[in-house]
């Protein structure tokens, strides 16, 4: 089992920055790539960012150039550094980690970011 815990979330004007954590523990050995995603009010929820165990990583077209994730093995944590924020960007953030060898997704509970204008 893994389990995620997400941190970082707030609430910051147009324009500002944000870091958000995802903290892995468990079997983190299993885990082969970790995703972050969002859900606004009324929306579905949408993959963000992600990065797989070599480190490829891929973005959602309206974060590119804004959002960028980076993996930190021996801390176990996960991180999506979020620039130039928007109203648009306002959602709850999930992390999700993905083990193909267990056949398994993780979610943790969400941090909340609202941008205002």
């Known amino acids: 089992q893994v389990q995620l815990v997400e941190s970082g979330g707030g609430s910051v004007q147009a324009g500002r920055s944000l870091r958000l954590s995802c903290a892995a523990s468990?079997?983190?050995?299993?885990?082969?790539?970790i995703g972050w995603y969002r859900q606004a009010p009324g929306k579905q929820r949408e993959l963000v960012a992600g990065?797989?165990?070599?480190?490829?990583?891929k973005y959602a077209d309206s974060v590119k150039g804004r959002f960028t994730i980076a993996r930190d093995h021996a801390k176990n944590t996960v991180y999506l550094q979020m620039n130039s924020l928007k109203p648009e960007d306002t959602a709850v953030y999930y992390c999700k980690a993905t083990s193909y060898d267990y056949g398994m997704d993780y979610w943790g509970k969400g941090t909340l970011v609202t941008v205002s204008s």
């Open positions: 990065i797989a165990d070599g480190g490829s990583t």
């Open positions: 468990g079997t983190t050995f299993s885990i082969n790539a």
